[in-house]
């Protein structure tokens, strides 16, 4: 809402009116903690040096009053744009020769016009965004044959995303005009240009750069229009970082990308000097797969600019890299969306540590750079390459995966319009995948000799066989087919099926390849399996079990691990997503909450996890977060109606867990998260069954029968059965000789129990009728006689411990038995009558 008011405001006001709207705060402050800075700083204003303990941060008007309720001790700046001595502006195209001056917005426009009107074959200009101040991001691509795609990487510079750093505005110009102009006499130009899919945006927020009006860079600052950092802005590989809708230029920018295949790029930056590389979510304890290579180009760039000034890129730390995270932890940049998402090689070039760097100093810059910035684009030329085709030469769109190597997305993909694939990579021997839908998957074996070479490896890959896919789904307690199950092939573009009355389901023409197959129903828990299907391996059934969601409508089981005190999650009955209660969020009103309700289940077979949760919160700092193993599936902030969650779950022991966590003091709405009616996949629970006597103490070797299981109590009196699956009133059996057997049942739910069995004697028993049964005489010397007036059937003599001593079937109303060998003692005999049975204490003396 916010961004449409401000939209509004600009576009139908001057633009100098907006000013006063979104005010922009430079400051520093004193923090030693590279935790906080790192998870609750990064994420409230936009940090833009660590230093010394120092950090640099910039902030909007609601960031800022954020960032001031953490009481920190800071020290307002003035904008870095405004300390800077020399701005001289070109008004002029011709002033802009020497290239010690700063093109107004005009010039710079006619300086792009310039270059696509005087080399037509290399250049051609493009705009990607028209902003609603007017201003445009402009993109020259620079190739020969321009207008054509061609097998060429396609490798891209973006500058000025943060509008006051600018000397990389100038780099992009001046790199234009020294490849077009020097095409023609300089071979390593020749080079670039003929084997290289250059792109070069130079400004990407020009409202930034231009705040101050088109005719000086004098006032320019950070942020866009709206008052936002366009660089905090991007969807990361942290899913749910950050939301639609983006601002303008982020957009424009994300569109960009998946318009083309960017292999590798570099986004300029100033106030520092160094080279930053992925991720800047984490630090290198979670290292990009292509690390080592980043630190080859990186410091590659480094030493070529150190050739002519020793003492560059030396601000941050002396090799003049840094891994992104290790610097300071950035979530929403443009360098990791371009990495996670599009599979491209981005890195971070801070060239200048003044941001708005004097216009008599932006010559001495490009000399130190002039080299860099040619050897990293060169750098798109090696590694490995070639096209993936068909039979008929026909370009595929397919993936190029290396095994035991990729990770996080880093596997790349064709240009599906000429079948081209670029992959920079350290040197080495690598197992590489091909593989595109509808044909057969191939790994060939590749060697990569140096970081200056290129390996050439074109793949022709064969139509895949097809087949159809067929199978039964069935009830998993009653085994009968059901109907209306909907059969759907992940990440495809199969359509999806529905089982029929018989529970059969059928998917024609399928190609060979390995599939996850999910089934759906509505009160069933969504199921999958991940099949590898060949016209003999076509048959997959699957049995579901009904979803029997956790509503907390009986409270919270055992199992759950709750957050203590007042950011406990609890169960409420305000309008719960279904039944009478839900589970709500702790944490109302309390700083930094981090109010956290988890569960680790036994997963038995992959399935979904579905569940509803609902948010009143301020939104955009304080979240319900949704992880699996400790990573982050979901975020939902604001004012969040009931929906509906799933995301897929793997087999094997895994923790859920829901958190509802703050930034500081202030809150908006019921702050606080809701969730309810959750379906876990299918799991299995163990069931400890603890056997003991009534005067507590365990009883070994009784035998316990549950699940269709036996299982004997070890010296702990413990018997624990695994794999056990849910279900209403499970029986079991506890039996052992010299005590009463036990019978019991157990509801099993999605939770591991455990079952504490008492046994009780024989002997102490309830003696259903005294009358049953007479002896005597007790106590007794060597014989007693049994009498009763029904039909005695057996006779079982205990001693104290339990122990049977003697065990004798009878048929008769009376006898007599000689107890001449036992010592004297106490013992318990117990009668079985055709009537019932009868305990009693004996004593021989
Ligand atoms: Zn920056």
Known sequence: ????????????????????????????FKENDKKIINTTLTKLISIDNVKDGLVYAYANDKEFKEFQKLGYDYELLPAPSSTTKVINMATTLGQMSNWDRYPTYEVYRQMLKNFETNYPSLCKLDSICSLASGRKIYSLKISDNVNTAENEPEFVYVSSMHGDETTGFIFMLRLADYLLSNYASVSRVQNIVNNVELYILPAINPDGTYYGGNNTVAGSRRYNANGEDINRDFPDMVIGA?????????????????????????????????????????????????????????????????????????????????????????????????????????????VSNIKLLGSENLVTYWNINQNSLLGFIEASLYGISGT??????????????????????????????????????????????YASVG?????????????????????VLLVAPQTNVTGTITDATSGTPIQGVTVTILSSSY?????????????????????????????????????????????????????????????????????????????????????????????????????????????????????????????????????????????????????????????????????????????????????????????????????????????????????????????????????????????YTVSISGYNTNTGSVNVNYCDASINVSMAPVNISEISNKSLASIYPNPFNHLINIKSDNIITRVIIYNLVGSEILNK?????????????????????????????????????
């Open 388 to 433: 993936v085709k068909n039979i008929n030469s026909n370009p595929l769109d397919a993936t190029v995966t290396i095994a035991s190597h990729d990770a996080d997305n880093s596997w790349v993909i064709t240009d599906p319009s000429i079948g081209d694939y670029h992959r920079v990579i350290a040197p080495g021997t690598y197992d590489i995948t």
């Open 1 to 28: 809402m916010k961004k449409i008011l401000l939209l509004f405001i600009i576009s139908a006001f001057s633009l100098n009116f907006s000013f006063a709207q979104t005010n922009e705060y430079y400051f520093k």
């Open 439 to 459: 044909y057969i998957s191939q790994i060939h074996t590749v060697n990569v000799a140096s970081y200056a070479s290129t390996t050439i490896k074109d793949v």
């Open 242 to 350: 950050n939301n639609p809708p983006y601002e303008p230029e982020t957009q424009a920018l994300m569109d960009f990308a998946a318009a083309h295949h960017f292999i590798f790029g570099g986004s300029f930056h100033g106030g520092a000097e160094v080279v930053n590389f992925p991720w800047d979510v984490y630090t290198s304890v979670h290292p990009h797969p292509d690390d080592n290579w980043f630190r080859q180009v990186c410091t590659d760039y480094v030493t070529s600019a150190r050739l002519v000034n020793p003492n560059y890129m030396t601000s941050v730390n002396s090799s003049g890299i840094t891994e992104g995270g290790d610097w300071y932890v950035v979530n929403g940049g443009i360098q990791d969306y371009y990495n996670y998402w599009h599979h491209c090689r981005m890195v971070t070039l801070e």
């Open 809 to 845: 079937s009878i048929n008769n109303y009376q006898f007599q038995l000689t107890l001449e060998t036992i010592p004297s003692g106490v013992y318990f005999i117990q009668i079985h009558t055709n009537k019932g049975i009868v305990n009693k204490k004996i004593v021989k003396e």
């Open 495 to 731: 359509p999806n099926v529905t089982t029929n009355a018989s529970g059969q389901y059928v998917i024609n023409s399928v190609y060979e390849g390995s599939y996850t197959i999910q089934v759906s129903k509505a009160g069933y828990i969504t199921a999958s399996q991940t099949v590898n299907v060949t016209t003999t391996n076509n048959v997959f059934n699957f049995s579901m079990t009904l979803s029997d969601p956790e509503g907390f409508e009986t409270g919270v089981p055992a199992c759950w691990v709750n957050s203590a005190d007042n950011l406990a999650w609890s169960q409420v009955n305000t309008s719960p997503h279904g039944g009478t209660y839900c589970m709500k969020s702790g944490g109302f009103n309390v700083n930094n909450a981090n109010s956290i309700f988890q569960i680790t289940l036994n997963i038995a077979s992959a399935g979904n996890i579905n569940f509803w949760n609902k948010v009143s919160s301020e939104s955009g700092f304080d979240f319900l977060k949704f992880y699996i193993d400790g990573v982050e599936k979901g975020s939902w902030s604001g004012t969040v109606a009931w929906a509906e969650q799933s995301y897929l779950v793997t087999v094997g022991n895994h923790t859920f867990k829901w958190a509802y966590t703050k930034n500081n003091s202030v809150y908006n709405g019921s702050d606080c998260a809701w969730i309810d009616d959750i379906v876990f996949p299918t799991s299995s629970q163990t069931i400890t069954f603890i056997v003991k006597d009534q005067s507590n103490n365990p009883i070994q070797g009784a035998n316990v029968n549950f699940n269709s299981t036996n299982q004997t109590t070890n010296a702990s009196g413990v018997a624990v059965i695994s794999s056990v699956s849910r279900g209403l009133d499970k029986p």
